[in-house]
């Protein structure tokens, strides 16, 4: 049996991704802070043996004990999918806010990665959840778009040192999708135009297909998301962080 463990998976990217990899056979292991909306989402999953650990990886405890079962437990495949972010302008959000930020999105995702691929033998992946502003700026959403340059480069960067042993690593960068993350954020899908909006069935279904091709050590999401992101190539950097500025709903207010 195929075992994944998934952050980030009471909702969204990470529990679509969830049910879709528990239909292909896959023994999941939900990963979140909140028991019941893991509870919840562990009933809908087909199959058996599913499992849940309740940990907030903004908590050094709880990020020490998750990276100690990965560690103790071996698993094929980790999807680090948690993070968050705030819209808005840099100086008017809380210092800490940013910092926690920084800290779920960069460090937490560095200390699982580090304690699964010590164990990770050939077969094995690890994705690691970016974003379509790993490839541009975002104004009003400043320190989660560099949190997300930061993933897709580690993970690009470990793509190559693994990939030897047989070892995927990919950094997957999906758009705007339709799931609360705007919300938890300040802000609403509504705030993104249609043509952008991704969902999340669709996102899911192409990050289950980039795990089983185990090809790129970076995954863009979504044909919509890759016209844009090539038609940037031709435009000075200037108009398109102008136009990045015009779609953010950190900049709208």
Not at 83 to 98: A, H, R, V, W
Request: hydrophobic share 40%.
């Amino acid at each position: 049996m195929k075992k994944a463990l998934i952050t980030g998976a009471s909702g969204g990217i990470g529990l679509e991704t969830a049910r879709q990899l528990a239909q292909q056979n896959y023994q999941v292991t939900l990963v979140a802070r909140n028991r019941d909306r893991l509870e919840k989402a562990l009933s809908g999953l087909s199959g058996s043996g599913h499992t849940i650990l309740v940990a907030d990886l903004n908590d050094k405890e709880d990020l020490q004990k998750l990276a100690t079962h990965l560690s103790a437990e071996k698993y094929g495949v980790l999807i680090n999918n948690a993070g968050n972010g705030t819209y808005g302008k840099f100086t008017d959000i809380p210092l800490e806010d940013q910092l926690a930020t920084m800290q779920l999105n960069m460090q937490a995702l560095v200390t699982l990665s580090y304690s699964f691929l010590q164990k990770a033998v050939k077969g094995d992946a690890l994705i690691n959840i970016g974003s379509l502003l790993a490839h541009s700026s975002l104004p009003g959403g400043a320190v989660y778009a560099g949190t997300k340059s930061f993933v897709a480069n580690f993970s690009e960067s470990l793509w190559c040192e693994f990939k030897p042993k047989g070892i995927y690593v990919t950094g997957f960068n999906p758009g705007a999708a339709n799931s609360d993350f705007h919300a938890n954020a300040g802000g609403h899908t509504s705030d993104f135009p249609k043509f952008v909006m991704s969902s999340v069935e669709d996102v899911a279904r192409e990050l289950v297909k980039a795990l089983q091709k185990r090809q790129k050590p970076r995954v863009m999401q979504g044909w919509k998301n890759r016209f844009m992101l090539f038609g940037f190539r031709f435009l000075p950097r200037v108009a398109a962080v102008n136009i990045m500025s015009k779609i953010s709903p950190g900049m709208q207010n």
